[in-house]
């Protein structure tokens, strides 16, 4: 090997390790996927997690719908479901979502078919 490609491996090289040991602390939050299955009251058009508290739906007519079809029909998230946090995912370091792009699994609230893991 020529100098140059030596000192070209060690710098790209250092660069790899550096950016992985930075993504450690940078955090990306997972989002709610669109194909997630949602309960909806018609009553207030609201949307709640599949784990709702039973107060959310007492007295209400309940459906089932995916998340992205309830936006679009005008329905609103539950604010109790968004202040206990159902809706939101967990916390990736930024090197486990860029694995996830290519297919890597990791710890989720839902599966790629949108079904609640917890």
């Known amino acids: 090997m020529r100098k140059t490609s030596k000192i070209a491996t060690v710098v790209l090289v250092s660069l790899i390790l550096v950016g992985f040991f930075l993504s450690i602390y940078i955090t990306v939050d997972e989002k709610i996927p669109d194909n997630a299955v949602v309960v909806v ?10 784990h709702f508290d ?26 109790r479901c968004q202040d206990v946090g159902y809706f939101r995912g967990n916390a990736l370091f930024l090197y486990q979502a860029i694995l996830s792009k290519f297919g890597v699994q990791y710890n989720s609230r839902w599966d790629k078919s949108g079904d609640w893991l917890w």
Do not use: N, R
Not at 41 to 50: A, V
Not at 54 to 79: H, N, R, S
């Open 54 to 79: 039973y107060i959310c739906v007492a007295g209400k007519t309940a459906e089932t719908m995916v998340l992205a079809e309830a936006k679009q029909k005008g329905f609103k998230q539950d604010p």
């Open 41 to 50: 009251t018609l009553e207030d058009k609201l949307y709640h997690s599949i």
